[in-house]
């Protein structure tokens, strides 16, 4: 049964942690603290998952649902819906810690170990910094 015209209030006058089923096994976990999330059961490789797609209201009905599908979607190809992402967040996070200066100070360290002389290496040193 689906959820429409959606109310947390249904949620909240629980006594215990519930789940408010939309079908297709996304559900909304209400938690005893008043907390809810979206969650999505599925099978892959056999094995039964669960996929976190937000926490309710940061994200509604209608993106829990189009997480939905979208999830559905690489099931369909093939691929683990939770894995995907995994891999998207650490990809985001090394895209955020990748800078100039983090690669030039790298550099430096590489450069000292092959033995540049201390002069060559304060040059580099004061050019490359000084850039980042």
Known sequence: MQLSGF????????EKPCKLTDGGRLFLLAELNRSKFWQQKYR???????LSHGKYP???????????HDARALLAE????????KLDRIAAETQARTT???????????????GLT???????RWFLL???
């Open 7 to 14: 109310n947390s209030s249904k949620a909240n006058s629980r």
């Open 44 to 50: 892959h490789l056999e094995i039964e998952r669960l």
């Open 58 to 68: 940061d994200v509604t009905l209608d993106q829990a649902r189009q997480k939905l």
């Open 78 to 85: 093939g691929k683990d819906p939770a894995t995907k992402k």
């Open 100 to 114: 100039f200066k983090l690669v030039a100070e790298e550099y430096l360290e590489n450069s000292a170990e092959r």
């Open 118 to 124: 201390a002069s060559t290496m304060k040059k580099k």
């Open 130 to 132: 000084d850039l980042a």
